[in-house]
Structure formats: structure tokens, C-alpha cells
């Protein structure tokens, strides 16, 4: 007896019709990758609304910055430009992954390419520290480099190659 279905037919397996109808196995190695694009966008929406929430309580306890008011829209605009829209971004591709989407495949390399080109100034910082003799700091730079390079290599190996790509609709 079928386990899945009680109510259907003993001969015909689901196996059988998922591979009469050409529909692909769902794989958990792009699961995996859903699942990572779910927890970077959500640790990216944390830090960024933990990042607003302490530059406006400063700013509200001790009143402006020395540079006046539009430093304040300044800060405001880096964290709402570079961690919540890519943030929000993440959040949209892991479940456009999750669900096998066409655009959250599209996303993911959006955000990948874009982690490329950090990843690669995040080294070029690295390598100007080591000029400077800042050993120590750039060591962590170089590394933060390492990290930020994990997620594009991921996507891109993954998500191109045509074993998973036959997934996406």
C-alpha cells in the first residue's frame, strides 16, 4: 500500500509520475542555497533596523552629529542602501528559490555579482592595510573578504549549473 496516498492506485508510484510527466526532483542542494539567501536577508534586516534604531536614539540623546543634520541622512541612507534593500533582496530570492521561480534565480545572481565586486574591494582594502602595515586589521579584512566570497561561489556554481537549473520553472 502506498504510504503517501492511501487512496491511490498500489501499481502506480509517485516516482513513476513525476518521471512520466518530466517534472524534476526537488534537490536539497538548492534548498540549501533558499535557506541561506532566507538567513543572510534576515540577519541583514535585524542588523539594519538594530543599525537605525541606535543612530536615532543617539541622535535623539545627545542631538545632532558635529556635521549637522545631513550627516544623520547620510548614515540613514548607507544602511537603508547597503544592508536593508539587499537584505530585502535575499528575502526575495530565498523564496523565489524555495518555490523553484525563474525570478529568484535571477535575484540570486544579481546579489551574487554584487558580492563579487564587495568582495573584491573588500581585498583591494585588505591588500592597501598590508601596504600600510596595518597587519592585524587586515587580516580581518582579508578574511571578511574570504566570507563575502563564500555566497557568490555558492550561487553561481549551483545555481548555473544544468542539473539544478532544470528545477526552476
Known amino acids: 500500500m502506498n504510504d503517501i496516498n492511501p487512496y491511490s492506485s498500489p501499481q502506480i508510484e509517485p516516482e513513476q509520475i513525476e518521471s512520466e510527466l518530466g517534472v524534476a526532483e526537488r534537490s536539497s542542494t538548492v534548498h540549501l542555497v533558499a535557506v541561506l539567501n532566507l538567513i543572510l536577508g534576515t540577519l541583514g534586516l535585524v542588523y539594519s533596523g538594530t ?57 540570486s ?24 602595515n596595518h597587519t592585524i586589521g587586515a587580516v580581518f579584512v582579508l578574511l571578511l573578504g574570504l566570507i563575502l566570497a563564500i555566497y557568490p ?17
Not at 536615532?56 to 543634520?69: A, D, N, T
Not at 545572481?109 to 600600510?132: K, N, R, Y
Not at 555558492?154 to 520553472?169: C, D, G
Open 153 to 169: 561561489i555558492m550561487v553561481f556554481t549551483i545555481l548555473r549549473s544544468k542539473k539544478y537549473k532544470a528545477e526552476f520553472s
Open 51 to 107: 543599525s537605525l534604531f541606535w543612530v536615532v536614539s543617539i541622535v535623539i540623546r545627545y542631538g545632532l552629529s558635529p556635521l549637522g543634520g545631513y550627516s544623520l541622512w547620510l548614515v540613514i541612507g548607507v544602511i537603508v542602501l547597503f544592508v536593508f534593500i539587499p537584505s530585502s533582496c535575499l528575502l526575495l530570492a530565498g523564496l523565489g528559490i524555495l518555490y523553484r521561480q525563474q525570478w529568484g534565480r535571477s535575484i
Open 109 to 132: 545572481f544579481a546579489l551574487a555579482s554584487l558580492g563579487v565586486l564587495f568582495a573584491i574591494v573588500t581585498w583591494g582594502l585588505g591588500i592597501g592595510m598590508i601596504m600600510a
